[in-house]
């Protein structure tokens, strides 16, 4: 029996619950970025403040909080569906011992950014739309609704920094303790 089918019958349990825990991860980190996803789509769709129905263009495209709200919702649209594609490839993952080395936390740290990326923006656009629809009226709303946006990317970014932090070093810090820094024979 080599080293390496020792360590792995010994870790096999290790292995069963890394498998189950990165499988739901994934998935619920995959409904989350789906439903924004489906959020921001219709987001793109129906515009803050409707179209022209002669020209059929929006009626504040030229305004530049319309054109943030379109930005971020496109960006928004693009890093969820880019999240889900991630989240997808860790669920089809043959969840080797190797690919939890590297593969696996780089899919999850990449999927959780992305995730991260596409709240942050689906936020923007939503506090753009405020200022859209409420600017010249009642500056105070969209400053207000502006600020309270940033509660959830606060909490989300609090919550999943120590996950993001554990998988990030356990991929990429854990190797230095093999690495020396200086050569030892001279």
């Known amino acids: 029996m080599t080293p390496q089918d020792l360590f792995t019958k010994k870790h096999e349990v290790l ?3 890394a498998k189950k825990w990165m499988t739901q991860t994934a998935t619920q980190c995959m409904l989350v970025t789906t439903l924004i996803a489906t959020i921001v789509f219709t987001g793109a769709f129906t ?13 504040f495209r ?41 593969w696996l936390p780089t899919k999850l740290v990449c999927g959780l950014a992305t995730l991260l990326l596409s709240i942050v923006t689906m936020m923007v656009a939503f506090s753009a739309s405020f200022f859209i629809l409420y600017n010249k009226k009642l500056e105070w709303v969209p400053i207000t609704i502006t600020c309270l946006a940033g509660i959830p990317v ?33």
């Open 15 to 17: 292995l069963k619950d």
């Open 154 to 186: 606060i909490i989300f970014v609090a919550v999943q920094f120590s996950l993001f932090k554990n998988v990030f070093y356990s991929a990429y810090r854990s190797r230095v303790l093999f690495k020396p820094d200086k050569h030892i024979l001279y």
């Open 62 to 102: 030229k305004e530049p909080s319309f054109i943030i709200y379109a930005i971020s919702d496109a960006v928004s649209l693009i890093a969820s569906s880019t999240s889900v594609l991630i989240f997808l490839s860790i669920l089809t993952s043959n969840y080797a011992e190797q690919d939890f080395m590297v």
């Open 47 to 59: 515009i803050p403040g409707g179209y022209n129905q002669n020209k059929g263009i929006p009626f």
